[in-house]
């Protein structure tokens, strides 16, 4: 007997997200279980957003990292330092903030079990996978304003023709998952920690600050 292959283009979380998820605990205990996709199957564990229901701005990245992957939350790694760094800098209390990813499974490539852990980009395919469980979210929280934090993020909202160079600091009126939304993209903290010296890693930071400046301005 031949066992046919699900097609690439089947990956996606929808079974796994319940129906009348009307809760982020509900939510976040059913994303546990997602096998969407590929990636469930090296990560540790899923990481689900973090936050408020009642967060009047939702952050979201691209995938978790290794420090992420390890503690089951999003961005409490070198990136999550920086961006609490950045709004509180902008004027925005991260925790007020609901934080999230487009993708919410490590994808990573590692050299030799033991070896560090290097994070991979995911595929179109993988975010659009995990795009029911960012619907949810969004669904239950309302933000009144999301921030995308960099290109990966962009896309998995916005398309593959987002540039995030185009649009950064800017407040731009979207329809998302049915949904009417205002947001601002951004850069991704990771870019600024990735910066050659210490004068373009500064001059990133600012550009960080002042994007999130424009997303706070929008908030009062
Ligand atoms: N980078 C992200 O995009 N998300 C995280 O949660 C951590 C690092
Ligand atoms: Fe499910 Fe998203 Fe994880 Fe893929 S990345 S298994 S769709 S939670």
Redesign the pocket.
């Known amino acids: 007997m031949v066992t046919t292959r699900a097609p690439e283009d089947a990956?996606?979380?929808e079974p796994?997200v319940p129906e009348e998820a009307h809760s982020l605990p509900t939510l976040r205990r059913a994303?546990a279980q997602?096998?969407?996709?590929p990636?469930?199957q090296n990560a540790t564990q899923?990481v689900f957003g973090a936050g408020n229901k009642d967060a009047r701005v939702m952050l979201i990245g691209e995938q978790p990292g290794d420090q992420e992957d390890r503690q089951g939350k999003p961005f409490v790694g070198p990136a999550g330092h920086l961006l609490d760094r950045a709004l509180e800098e902008a004027g925005l209390n991260p925790a007020d903030a609901y934080v999230t990813n487009a993708?919410?499974?490590f994808k990573f490539t590692q050299a030799e079990p033991r070896k560090r852990r290097i994070h991979k980009q995911p595929t179109l395919r993988?975010m659009t996978?995990?795009g029911p469980?960012l619907a949810a979210e969004l669904a239950i929280v309302e933000p009144e304003l999301i921030v995308i934090l960099g290109a990966t993020a962009g896309k998995a909202l916005l398309g593959s023709s987002f540039r995030v160079t185009q649009v950064r600091g800017t407040v731009l009126e979207e329809e998302i998952h049915g949904r009417r939304e205002r947001l601002v993209p951004t850069v991704h903290p990771s870019s600024v920690l990735r910066a050659q010296d210490d004068k373009d890693r500064k001059a990133a930071y600012r550009g960080l600050v002042s994007d999130l400046e424009v997303a706070a301005h929008a908030l009062s």
């Open positions: 990956y996606t979380a796994f994303a997602c096998k969407g996709c990636l469930h899923t993708v919410k499974h993988e996978a995990c469980w």
